[in-house]
């Protein structure tokens, strides 16, 4: 089986710049998540779909975050524009029914200078 | 806002001794609860989950549940330092499909 998929894997950009992060889930999987890990943290959830739907984006920074899951498949997490600390790792999980355990991507690294 | 406590560390132990990680989370509503250890530079892999009060072992992984304490913990027997990582709590609330996790306890096993 598959893991989770994510691209880039690493990300360098100026602030005031935008950039977008790509997750392929494992398939069949209905729950997708982005998760925010900043250095020495543990991951805050972003975003959470529930198969194309929004279950969760209460800590979304809606001015400058956007997510979209399309077809209740893929998904991309876009920043624009970036500040200094929206550095950090990004990470997609998936889980299928029943949620239960989640699986991680490898993650972005995002460096906004 | 929900939360889930655990101590940031670093936790140290020798070689071969018990490893004890805790976790605290405020939510009455969340079900089960989650372990997982994160090395540096890489994502959280899960080690174990438990769901009901009392113990859950699964090698050398322990994990205790206290749902009136609100305390979920992790022990770890005959600690290597290939265990030296960040541990996460995470509590889940299955009718929002939810995980809310700690900031991770830092955990060093000295050869």
């Keep these: 089986e598959a893991g989770v998929a994510q691209s880039p894997r690493y990300k360098i950009i100026e602030k005031r710049q935008s950039v977008a992060f790509w997750c392929n889930p494992i398939s069949g999987h209905a729950t997708l998540y982005w998760y925010q890990q900043i250095l020495g943290q543990g991951p805050k959830l972003l975003i959470q779909f529930q198969n194309n739907g929004v279950v969760d984006d209460s800590q979304l920074p809606k001015d400058r975050f956007s997510a979209e899951r399309l077809k209740g498949v893929d998904s991309t997490l876009k920043i624009q524009p970036a500040k200094l600390e929206d550095s950090a790792v990004y990470l997609c999980a998936s889980s299928g029914t029943g949620g239960r355990e989640q699986f991680f991507g490898p993650g972005t690294r995002l460096t906004v200078l | ?111």
């Design chain 2, 1 to 111: 806002q929900k939360e889930v406590e655990q101590n940031s560390g670093p936790l140290s132990v020798p070689e071969g001794a018990i490893a004890s990680l805790n976790c605290t989370y405020s939510d009455r509503g969340s079900q089960s609860f989650f372990w997982y250890r994160q090395y540096s530079g890489k994502s959280p892999e899960l080690i174990m989950f438990i769901y009901s009060n009392g113990d859950k072992e699964d090698g050398r992984f322990t994990a205790q549940l206290n749902k009136a304490s609100q305390y979920v913990s992790l022990l770890i027997r005959d600690s290597q330092p290939s265990d030296s990582a960040t541990y996460l709590c995470a509590a889940f609330t299955s009718g929002t499909y939810k995980y809310i996790f700690g900031t991770g306890t830092r955990l060093k096993v000295l050869a």
